[in-house]
């Protein structure tokens, strides 16, 4: 039957205690000296002040899980040997504003604490066939393993300095202050939800199921790598972002970023001085990635709503489309040989000169570019939509290379070198009437051909052409020396040069179908 006590109720005796009733006292301790089997549903109560509840030895049901609910009000309760272990417990519940001690491993069908007072796992295991709900602040006390079907933990988190795996879903927090701290790795088999604004652990974290982002988030490993073997998405339509710490590690996204509908992040930043690997498509608001280490993009696309801004160098494993407002690259860009780089948005290409785009096929931007590089080389053709604004000394080298707008300096006079076996085609004005716009000179080398469509090209210096010229347009060239090293087809246009003109390097290299001709 059921026990109920003014004070204290203590077993000291030896041997198995058999329960099958309730155990109250009026705020007074529950003991128990030796080991206990529960051989029916039991609940214990001490009421709402300073009365604990103790486990000295083993807890176990009998053949058939039994439910245990134990409240302590500000009292405590402790768990100081295994529980469930030579028979399973059914639906563990523990309330107690106190201390929740689990010195040793744990199995149950489920467990749940409330949300008041702390609780400590110190026994490495916690087994339970069904869910696993950490209503208060979580603390470890040695390397540990929550093995359930969902293991929710609503309070703070702190690791000590010890590992946690999860097998099976975890929930992190149920706000933003519910941080995870102190921890060397996490591991996590199942689907992850992180609703929490911060983890952080000295070694790697591993998210092997699906990353669901209730919250904006920062993940940290301490010169570690973080690994998500699966999606990333924001909670539906909150759009949240995540800031990933590694210090010198990796991060591997290997599979999509914001995929499902309704689920693209906030902004994304990933801070690494070692390997980021996009594997699959991303989508987000922003995505940045800081100065030092490389980034691969192996997925195809990242798609945001606002700006791209890589400071890494960057690698290309697939034919690639980068849809933003601005894409800025400020490292190295390699297409490795293979792949085509399509920017839907301006681009801005690199920081300083050695910023070099190498080893693409092609090369398309939709707006404006601002190439402060000094080499940009493609296999087959560059296409330039919107205005091109030169920041350093460039050399562009393709097969087909077209600007379907102005080339202007970026108030510094800069020079230009097209290399190209195809057709170079300028649609808009290069350089200005304005001195700081103007290019200091322009160059096209022997191969393919330049169509000038734009109708004026304005260089401080010289200005050859060693290709056949092609006008599109009435067209004024100034420069110190304008010289054609090919053939000029005039297209029943006039041609006017402010400056010094040599026509031709041999007898074949003539100047047709002009309108007019002048040379000042």
Do not use: C, W
């Not at 079907?149 to 010890?162: E, R």
Request: aromatic residues 4%; proline residues 0%.
């Amino acid at each position: 039957g059921d026990i109920t006590s003014v004070g204290i109720f203590g077993q000291i005796g030896a041997g198995t205690n058999e329960l099958a009733g309730d155990i109250s006292t009026t705020n007074s301790n529950i003991s128990f000296a030796t080991a206990v089997v529960v051989t029916g549903d039991v609940a214990m109560d001490t009421n709402t002040g300073l009365g604990n509840i103790v486990f000295t030895d083993i807890l176990d049901s009998d053949t058939t899980p039994r439910n245990l609910t134990l409240s302590s009000g500000t009292g405590n309760v402790t768990f100081a040997g295994i529980v469930g272990g030579t028979n399973t417990l059914d639906v563990l519940n523990v309330n107690s504003a106190g201390i929740t001690t689990f010195s040793d491993a744990v199995k149950a069908t489920s467990v749940t604490t409330d949300a008041a007072g702390t609780v400590e796992l110190d026994g490495q295991t916690v087994n339970t066939t069904g869910t696993q709900t950490y209503n208060d602040a979580l603390s470890l006390g040695g390397n540990t393993t929550l093995t359930g079907s969902t293991v929710t933990t609503k309070g703070t988190l702190s690791g000590a300095s010890h590992s946690l795996n999860v097998v099976g879903d975890a929930v992190f927090g149920d706000e933003t202050t519910d941080i995870v701290t102190g921890l060397t790795t996490l591991d996590v088999s199942g689907a992850t939800t992180i609703n929490t604004d911060t983890i952080t652990s000295a070694d790697a974290q591993t998210y092997t199921g699906a990353v669901i982002l209730g919250n904006s988030t920062t993940l940290t490993a301490t010169d570690d790598p973080i690994l998500f073997s699966s999606t990333v998405n924001s909670e539906a339509t909150k759009a949240n972002g995540m800031t990933v710490n590694v210090g010198s590690g990796d991060v591997t996204f290997t599979a999509a970023v914001g995929g499902v509908t309704n689920g693209e992040l906030g902004a994304l930043s990933v801070n690494s001085t070692g390997l980021t690997q996009f594997t699959a498509a991303i989508n987000a608001a922003s995505v940045a990635t800081n100065i030092g280490g490389t980034l691969e993009i192996n997925g195809g696309s990242v798609t945001t709503s606002g700006v791209q801004t890589y400071g890494e160098n960057l690698t290309l494993g697939a034919n690639t489309v980068l849809q933003g407002t601005t894409v800025t690259t400020n490292g190295t860009v390699s297409g490795a040989g293979n792949y085509s780089l399509n920017v839907t948005g301006d681009a801005v290409f690199g920081n300083e000169s050695t910023d070099t785009v190498t080893g693409l096929t092609t090369l398309a931007v939709s707006g404006t570019s601002a190439i402060n590089s000094s080499d940009i080389t493609s296999t087959l053709t560059q296409d330039y939509t919107g205005a091109v604004t030169l920041g350093d000394d460039t050399t562009l080298s393709g097969q087909g290379i077209s600007f379907s707008s102005t080339i202007v300096s970026d108030g510094t006079n800069r020079a230009l070198i097209v290399n190209d076996s195809g057709t170079t085609t300028f649609g808009g004005v290069v350089g200005s009437t304005t001195v700081a716009d103007q290019l200091t000179s322009l160059t096209t080398d022997a191969g393919g051909s330049t169509t000038i469509n734009g109708g004026a090209v304005y260089t401080t210096a010289a200005q050859t052409y060693n290709d056949n010229v092609i006008l599109g347009a009435g067209t004024v060239l100034s420069g110190t020396t304008v010289t054609t090293n090919g053939t000029l087809v005039g297209g029943s246009h006039s041609l006017a040069i402010t400056g010094d003109a040599v026509f031709g390097n041999e007898s074949t290299d003539t100047v047709t179908g002009l309108t007019t001709l002048a040379v000042s």
